[in-house]
C-alpha cells in the first residue's frame, strides 16, 4: 500500500460512523453491495458495484477524499483523488 497526501491529515481517531449501512440505498429502497466508510465524517455509503454506488457520489460532493472498507474483517483504505489503495 502507497501513502498520498491525504492519508496525514485525516481526523485521528477515526470517525465514527453515521450509521451500519447506506443510508442513500434505504431511502431510494436499494441493497448495497458493499459499504465503504468516510474517513473525513464517517459516512457510510455503498460501494461501486452496487446500483447507486453512493460512496464515489459522497466524495464527488464532498471532496473527502479517503474513505475504507466497512465490511468485517477488511481494512483496505481506498484514495479517490491518487487512484491509490493507502
Not at 459499504?35 to 446500483?51: I, Q
Not at 447507486?52 to 483496505?76: I, K
Amino acid at each position: 500500500m502507497s501513502e498520498c497526501p491525504h492519508v496525514p491529515v485525516l481526523p485521528r481517531p477515526e470517525p465514527e460512523p453515521e450509521t451500519s449501512t447506506c443510508p442513500e440505498c434505504l431511502a431510494v429502497g436499494s441493497h448495497p453491495v458493499q459499504l465503504r466508510k468516510c474517513l473525513v465524517c464517517g459516512h457510510v455509503g455503498c460501494c461501486d458495484s452496487s446500483p447507486y454506488q453512493h460512496s464515489t457520489h459522497h466524495f464527488e460532493a464532498t471532496g473527502h477524499p479517503v474513505m475504507r472498507s466497512f465490511e468485517e474483517g477488511e481494512d483496505w483504505r481506498w484514495c479517490y483523488v491518487d487512484q491509490l489503495i493507502v
